[in-house]
């Protein structure tokens, strides 16, 4: 699916523990949130016509490219979502309509002294991964497709495949559904430049408020080897959703599983 007119957003810290492993809690020290388990913010990683290091279309699919410099990157496994847009005559943003869902890698440099989430999230073609396929989404809210839903991610290294993510539910999003539908429409008409955050509804106003969004809605906990394993080249990236009622957390395809593969180079 082409999204080069799509804008694109990430959600920090929608997963517990993510930020704590990932070393980026002290970046959001002075960002108050309205209950203790919200997200910290939404982050932009493509603006579609920009003139910023944004505006390179960062999404690939079977190639992940590390930047030039020596930088410590890890995949951050994740559930994207491609959100129709609904604005008011004020190009305030009333409503998200949820499309389709599939896997995503939101692959984040570990960057001392960057000012913005968004400076550790694009350097360049193919640093971002998304699924082969999508899942339609009946509806965004309990009882629906995504309920059943897991997501998972390995990395194989010297033939040895290790688990990068913990298997994790859907449902273990801290915020989910109309919680994190609500909260997103309010990011993006309230959110304001501070600290690591940037002013969201500026992006869009500047992306000449584009029909469609593809939101990342957060990075699962990272197992042992995540935590503690920055990635190489010539390692290959598997992030993995499959419908628990069908499928198991391996690399064979069928109807209900999306599969990320990609290769670092």
């Known amino acids: 699916m082409p999204l080069k007119d799509t804008i694109c957003f990430g959600v920090a810290g929608n997963f ?5 492993q990932a070393g980026e809690l002290e970046d959001f020290k002075n960002v108050v949130t309205e209950t203790a388990d919200a ?3 939404i982050f932009p990683f493509y603006l579609p016509n920009s003139d910023s290091f944004l ?6 699919t079977n190639i992940l490219t590390l930047p030039t410099y020596e930088a410590n990157a890890q995949v951050e496994p994740e559930i994207a979502v491609l959100f129709d847009i609904v604005y008011n005559d004020a190009n305030e943003v009333i409503d998200l309509v949820a499309k389709q869902f599939t896997t995503f890698n939101d692959c984040t440099i570990r960057k001392e002294g960057a000012k913005k989430i968004s400076e ?3 350097w360049g073609e193919n640093s ?3 699924g082969d396929k999508w899942i339609a989404i009946d509806s965004f809210e309990e009882g629906g497709v995504m309920d059943n839903y897991h997501l998972c991610s390995f990395v194989k290294r010297d033939d040895i495949v290790y688990p990068y993510g913990v298997d994790a539910p859907l449902l273990g999003y801290s915020y989910f559904y109309t919680r994190l539908k609500n909260w997103l429409i309010d990011k993006m008409n309230t959110q304001k430049d501070f600290g690591p955050l940037e002013d969201i509804a500026l992006h869009l106003k500047n992306s000449a408020y584009p029909k469609q969004a593809l939101i990342s809605i957060g990075a699962t906990a990272y197992a042992e080897f995540g935590e503690h394993n920055y990635l190489q080249s010539g390692d290959e990236i598997y992030v993995i959703a499959y419908d628990t009622r069908s499928d198991k957390a391996d ?3 069928s109807e209900s599983k999306v599969i990320l593969q990609q290769k670092v180079q």
């Open 251 to 253: 690399f064979t395809e």
């Open 39 to 41: 997200p910290k913010g």
């Open 120 to 122: 550790k999230k694009s």
């Open 128 to 130: 971002k991964g998304i």
């Open 16 to 20: 517990a523990h993510h930020l704590e």
């Open 55 to 60: 505006g390179l279309y960062s999404i690939g």
